[in-house]
């Protein structure tokens, strides 16, 4: 059977977690996945419970640290780097591993900010394993994903508290 190309887009809040979503109903059903964070670096409670999920592989790179715009020209080159370690660990345990879902998630935020080429990511579909799901997760998504792609879902944004200066409870993050 045919993987998917899955995108879930948006400035709404819910892109990752329907991401997550799907990858514990893969799990439920003896799948194995892989999610790769690749703008995120803080504590969230959704790694504490996927790391105790048998089947769900979680990697994410030491070396993000701060939003993209807050961030100099040296701490932005770095951050390049930790994108395309993360790409490459994917790849690799793609490769070497058989994963049934691969969860690049804010991988179009890595897209959108230059730190990793378009090119790259649509060659890794052309050619990614036939059987393998694909999830990408970000904000903006490329003309040219969405036309590689099987599944979008805008998520957008119709109120949030943030708006009102009302902060997030521990454990149910923005």
Same mark, same amino acid.
């Given at each position: 059977m045919k993987g998917l190309v899955h995108i879930y887009m948006g400035k709404g809040k819910g892109k990752?977690?329907?991401a997550v979503g799907l990858g514990v109903r893969a799990c439920g059903r003896g799948l194995?996945?892989?999610m790769v964070q690749?703008?995120?670096?803080t504590d969230s409670g959704e790694i504490h419970a996927l790391s105790n999920l048998p089947g769900f592989q979680i990697y994410r790179s030491g070396? *993000?640290?701060g939003f993209f715009w807050m961030m100099n020209e040296e701490e932005k080159e770095l951050l390049k780097e930790a994108v395309e370690e993360c790409f490459n660990y994917a790849i690799n345990s793609v490769r070497e591993r058989?994963?049934?879902l691969l969860i690049l998630d804010e991988?179009?935020?890595?897209i959108?900010?230059?730190l990793l080429d378009l090119k790259a990511m649509i060659d890794f579909i052309d050619n990614k394993p036939h059987e393998l799901e694909? *999830?990408?997760t970000g904000r903006n998504a490329p003309p040219e994903l969405i036309e590689k792609a099987d599944y979008v879902s805008q998520i957008g944004e119709v109120k949030h508290p943030m708006e009102k200066g009302i902060k997030a409870r521990k454990g149910i993050e923005f």
């Open positions: 990752t977690t329907a194995k996945v892989l690749f703008l995120k670096s070396k *993000v640290k058989s994963f049934d991988m179009l935020g890595a959108e900010n230059g694909l *999830v990408l």
